[in-house]
């Protein structure tokens, strides 16, 4: 696989929604890899709680101010507040890369399953509600207990990167790789999202089955 992929060392990570799990772990797992890393919640509070908590790199503020300051920006919202979410942020989110990690799934008796979506995925929709941003997908495999247990000093995973813009998903692919033990894979087309973010359902069933937290790993690239 080619390395030829930018220098990221230096920017700063925003994340949206970052007082969940996923959003937490991943800061956690940026500030270790020495990025300034700014949780954004709708709650301030609730924002620098969180960042407390992941340390000395990470600081707290609302959404907006997150979108705003960061160098780039994951959105980890709940996919019921995704849309609105990013409809209040399209000012501050114009002309960055932001990368949607968020998976529409729900959940009954059987396990998890995906939601349709009227524009595809809810990468697709993130594009089509900030037509000024450079939208990415990526991160939707990452088990958030992996991430925040401090037993594990590396994350074996490939994480799937897809997008229109080469030079974006050139950047994401680079970031992927400064957590320790995972690789950015470029993986098609925005389009093509749709599939990853409902692979995760099937992720979660075998999760639930062997007691694990799998993830995935591709061969020959």
């Known amino acids: 696989m080619s390395t030829d992929l930018p220098d990221v060392s230096g920017l700063?990570?925003?994340?949206?929604g970052g007082t969940g799990d996923q959003g937490k772990g991943l800061a956690r797992?940026?500030?270790?890899a020495g990025h300034t890393v700014l949780i954004g919640s709708r709650s301030e509070e609730r924002a620098r709680e969180a960042a407390e908590a992941v340390g000395a790199r990470a600081r707290g503020a609302d959404n907006a101010t997150v979108a705003a300051e960061a160098d780039i920006v994951i959105v980890a919202v709940p996919w019921d507040g995704h849309k609105?979410?990013?409809e209040s942020l399209r000012a501050e989110l114009a002309g960055k890369i932001v990368v949607d990690c968020v998976n529409p799934l729900g959940f009954d008796k059987q396990g998890a399953y995906a939601l349709p979506v009227e524009e595809g995925s809810a990468a697709q929709q993130a594009a089509a509600v900030l037509p000024d941003s450079r939208v990415v997908a990526a991160?939707?495999?990452v088990s958030a207990v992996l991430l925040l247990d401090p037993e594990v000093d590396e994350v074996e995973l490939d994480v799937l990167?897809?997008?229109d813009d080469r030079e974006a998903t050139d950047t994401v692919q680079a970031l992927a790789g400064r957590i320790a033990g995972v690789r950015g894979v470029y993986g098609g087309r925005l389009r093509n999202a749709h599939q990853v973010e409902a692979l995760t359902a099937n992720l979660i069933s075998v999760n639930r089955r062997y007691k694990a937290h799998a993830g995935l790993r591709l061969t020959d690239v």
């Open 12 to 16: 700063s990570i925003g994340i949206l």
């Open 84 to 86: 609105a979410t990013l």
């Open 161 to 163: 990167v897809l997008g």
């Open 29 to 32: 797992r940026f500030a270790l």
């Open 139 to 141: 991160f939707h495999h």
